[in-house]
């Protein structure tokens, strides 16, 4: 399993694009590139997923460049409902245990 | 809301105790893996299950076993509690078919505390 690094925390103010950049160095061909987002006593919840180039969705970009041994999330225009837990995680879709967590970052929104 | 139910939501067991947590997947997952996940870090993969088989398995001792029903529901039981079983447990269910498993949504989890 390719491991992933993450910085701990981050602080933002209310309105402001936000950048969580991931290195997952030994990321293997198969590989995917996964985000999720963590809020206090609650599941995981999927936010976007990703290959390779850009990846959109209606809540966030992914960031891949041509190497793939990072990655960064970009969450526009962040609001404090946006505080939370943010995990990077790599794996091949075919895994049986393909999600390995590591301690995500804490992103903290500030009015 | 993604579909994946858990009960109970909150636990409270005495070290030694057995305990059993339930799972219902989201409409058309066939696969079922549980996570541990203790105050602070990230969740910890324990097992998942595919077609009623274990189908993969984290660093967790053989006390930490399951199932998986026909209609893909799931139970997570821990044998001979200790207090660092005291955690979040997540379920997430997924669908695996020809060409990978797809993307893994996670119940609201349930909180064991062992005293």
């Known amino acids: 399993l390719a491991k992933t690094t993450q910085p701990i925390s981050m602080d933002s103010y209310e309105g402001q694009e936000v950048n969580i950049t991931c290195s997952h160095n030994n990321i293997a061909t198969n590989d995917y590139i996964t985000w999720y987002q963590q809020f206090p006593s609650q599941g995981p919840r999927f936010i976007i997923q990703?290959?390779?180039t850009k990846v959109t969705n209606e809540v966030a970009s992914l960031f891949i460049p041509a190497d793939r041994k990072s990655s960064t999330l970009s969450l526009p225009r962040v609001s404090l409902s946006d505080t939370a837990v943010y995990y990077c995680l790599v794996g091949d879709k075919a895994g049986a245990n393909n999600l390995f967590f590591g301690t995500g970052t804490r992103l903290t929104v500030i009015p | 809301e993604t579909g994946v139910t858990q009960s109970p939501t909150h636990l409270i067991k005495t070290r030694g105790q057995q305990v059993t947590l339930r799972c219902s997947s989201q409409?058309?997952?066939?696969?079922v893996s549980w996570y541990q996940q203790a105050l602070g870090q990230g969740p910890q993969f324990i097992f998942q299950?595919?077609?009623?088989?274990?189908?993969g398995r984290g660093n967790f001792p053989p006390r930490f076993s399951g199932l998986q029903f026909p209609n893909y529901s799931s139970e997570l039981n821990v044998n001979a509690l200790e207090l660092d079983d005291s955690a979040l447990y997540l379920c997430?269910?997924?669908?695996?078919?020809?060409?990978?498993?797809?993307?893994?949504?996670f119940g609201p989890g349930t909180r064991l505390l062992v005293l």
């Open positions: 409409s058309g997952h066939n696969t």
């Open positions: 990703g290959y390779k």
């Open positions: 299950y595919y077609r009623e088989e274990e189908n």
């Open positions: 997430a269910s997924s669908l695996v078919r020809t060409g990978g498993q797809e993307t893994q949504y």
